[in-house]
């Protein structure tokens, strides 16, 4: 038998940025590298979990074992996402543009003589605001939060507002010499309904495997409750 600690689960994971369209060659997007969430991903794998990763357009391998889908928009992000249900699990990393315009011009904006173009904006869907009240709600629903100030303070809101079970905070107030957003490494703050536990600065990747391991004690927690 495999013994691995999330055999026989299945992660849902989402990644990097989403791209929302204004014309064929421009995009509205967030800064995201999808670093953190494929390590994520890759370490949910190496646990024995069955992995889907949704992601955004990142330049990143696949990693191994992981069942990737590809997408651009928030919309197409939400689709997939929907599509990949049931989970036992869902980590909700991507940076998701919050807004996307009303319109998508089929053509090239030309420069206009008439003035600046007008980008009338419309709101993009929640998606783990929507996993979170949706009748297939994963058991463990996970969102992340990059924040500049008031890190737990804001995460604790972000979880109620939400209906997600753990947010991991991320302190992006960006000193200390490496950046948070498209670097290797991470601080981070785990909260959860019990409280907080506040990590160590470290690699992506071992955030990644230190995340992992909560979840599988977690969820063997309650199965033996
Ligand atoms: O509200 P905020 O964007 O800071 O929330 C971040 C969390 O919500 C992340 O887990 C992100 O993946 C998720 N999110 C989402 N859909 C959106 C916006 C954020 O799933 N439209």
Redesign the pocket.
């Given at each position: 038998p495999d013994h691995r600690p999330l055999y026989g689960r299945h992660v849902l994971v989402?990644a990097g940025p989403?791209h929302e369209p204004i014309d064929p060659v421009r995009y509205i997007a967030n800064r995201s590298s999808g670093k953190q969430g494929f390590a994520i991903a890759a370490a949910a794998a190496e646990a024995g979990a069955r992995v889907t990763l949704v992601a955004g357009p990142v330049a990143l391998d696949t990693p191994h074992g992981v069942d990737r889908i590809d997408v651009e928009s928030?919309r197409e992000?939400?689709s997939a996402?929907d599509g990949a249900l049931p989970a036992d699990v869902a980590?909700?990393?991507?940076?998701?543009?919050?807004w996307r315009t009303r319109d998508v011009a089929g053509q090239k904006m030309k420069k206009a003589r008439t003035g600046l173009p007008d980008l009338a904006l419309t709101e993009?869907?929640?998606?783990?605001?929507?996993?979170a009240a949706g009748k297939a709600r994963p058991g463990l629903l996970?969102?992340?939060?990059?924040?500049t100030e008031d890190v737990v303070a804001n995460a604790r809101a972000?979880r109620e507002?939400?209906g997600?079970d753990w947010?991991?905070a991320n302190d992006v107030s960006g000193d200390r010499g490496e950046s948070v957003m498209g670097g290797d490494h991470n601080r981070a703050h785990i909260v959860t309904a019990q409280g907080v536990e506040t990590l160590e600065r470290m690699a992506k990747t071992d955030l990644a495997r230190t995340l992992v391991a909560r979840i599988a004690s977690h969820l063997e927690t309650v199965e033996t409750e």
């Amino acid at each position: 038998p495999d013994h691995r600690p999330l055999y026989g689960r299945h992660v849902l994971v989402t990644a990097g940025p989403t791209h929302e369209p204004i014309d064929p060659v421009r995009y509205i997007a967030n800064r995201s590298s999808g670093k953190q969430g494929f390590a994520i991903a890759a370490a949910a794998a190496e646990a024995g979990a069955r992995v889907t990763l949704v992601a955004g357009p990142v330049a990143l391998d696949t990693p191994h074992g992981v069942d990737r889908i590809d997408v651009e928009s928030a919309r197409e992000m939400a689709s997939a996402v929907d599509g990949a249900l049931p989970a036992d699990v869902a980590i909700m990393v991507a940076a998701v543009a919050d807004w996307r315009t009303r319109d998508v011009a089929g053509q090239k904006m030309k420069k206009a003589r008439t003035g600046l173009p007008d980008l009338a904006l419309t709101e993009n869907p929640d998606i783990l605001a929507g996993l979170a009240a949706g009748k297939a709600r994963p058991g463990l629903l996970i969102g992340f939060a990059a924040e500049t100030e008031d890190v737990v303070a804001n995460a604790r809101a972000k979880r109620e507002r939400k209906g997600a079970d753990w947010i991991v905070a991320n302190d992006v107030s960006g000193d200390r010499g490496e950046s948070v957003m498209g670097g290797d490494h991470n601080r981070a703050h785990i909260v959860t309904a019990q409280g907080v536990e506040t990590l160590e600065r470290m690699a992506k990747t071992d955030l990644a495997r230190t995340l992992v391991a909560r979840i599988a004690s977690h969820l063997e927690t309650v199965e033996t409750e």
